[in-house]
């Protein structure tokens, strides 16, 4: 499955092996950012999914492509701001820090959207309003 952002950019994801589906990965793009792609980096998060520093090396420091040079801040700036990239760091912090972070039982998107925006060790913390209501709305139109 695969969905695409304003701007017809295409993400794929593997629903068999990926916890985080399609579906909740635009729902947290909408929420962090209106799925913005034109939004790049400020002093502390990068890219349309708003990436951290510690969140992108939590998640294993994904790359767009194998480099045989590495830098840190380029690669994390250049992944945060690349859709694909920024999928899989979403998905590898998710495998490594889901859990149910609001008490119903399951561990879904409305889990990840808390561990995103708030932490793994903040999650049962309310989102701001402005993130929920995007949220929320656009799991709805996602149907």
Known sequence: MEFYDS??????????TNIVSAKCLRCICVAESD??????CDDSVCGPYK???GFWIDAGRP??????YYVEDYE????????KCSARAIEAYMQRYAK??????????????????N?????TKSLPENVKKAYEEC?????
Do not use: A, W
């Open 7 to 16: 701007d017809g950019i295409s993400t794929e994801v593997d629903e068999e």
């Open 35 to 40: 799925c913005n792609i034109n939004l790049k």
């Open 51 to 53: 990436i951290t520093l």
């Open 63 to 68: 790359t767009v492509k194998d480099n045989d």
């Open 76 to 83: 994390y700036r250049n992944c945060s701001n690349d859709m």
């Open 100 to 117: 149910d972070c609001n008490g119903d039982g399951e561990i879904n998107c409305d889990d990840f959207i808390r561990i995103h925006h």
């Open 119 to 123: 932490g793994p060790l903040g999650c």
């Open 139 to 143: 799991m709805q139109q996602q149907g």
